[in-house]
Nanobody, 126 residues
Framework: QVQLAESGGGSEQAGGSLRLSCAAS????????MGWFRQFPGKEREGVAT??????SYADSVKGRFTISKDNAKNILYLQMNNLKPEDTAMYYC?????????????????????WGQGTLVTVSS
């Protein structure tokens, strides 16, 4: 049974940093394309960043501020968020696919996602 457990959310002031973690069980982080998504109240989930073995992909809104990475030894997916802005306030979700070939884009992860974490809330105050 696959489980994705996010942690690291919380409250931060604008300009601050947070690191989100997604610990996987029953799933090998190193093998597949994964991503982070976020959801604003009343809105659809939107892609933040994706990664497999190659170059990560980022939404324009977070480029240069957020970094997605994997710790294969610990089987954890991370999202380092720097220079946070109030508009980053959202519920953040880890997404796991079973894709290991082809482009690991935000659109493809959203289309082929197999597993979601429970979400972790990030609140950024001005």
């Amino acid at each position: 049974q696959v489980q994705l457990a996010e942690s690291g959310g919380g409250s931060e002031q604008a300009g601050g940093s947070l690191r989100l973690s997604c610990a996987a069980s029953g799933y090998t982080v190193s093998r597949y394309c994964m991503g982070w998504f976020r959801q604003f109240p009343g809105k659809e989930r939107e892609g933040v960043a994706t990664i497999d073995h190659g170059t990560p992909s980022y939404a324009d809104s977070v480029k240069g501020r957020f970094t997605i990475s994997k710790d294969n030894a610990k089987n954890i997916l991370y999202l380092q968020m720097n220079n946070l802005k109030p508009e980053d306030t959202a519920m953040y979700y880890c997404a796991a696919t079973q894709m290991f070939g082809g482009a690991c884009s935000i659109q493809r992860v959203y289309t082929y996602v197999e597993f979601w974490g429970q979400g972790t809330l990030v609140t950024v105050s001005s």
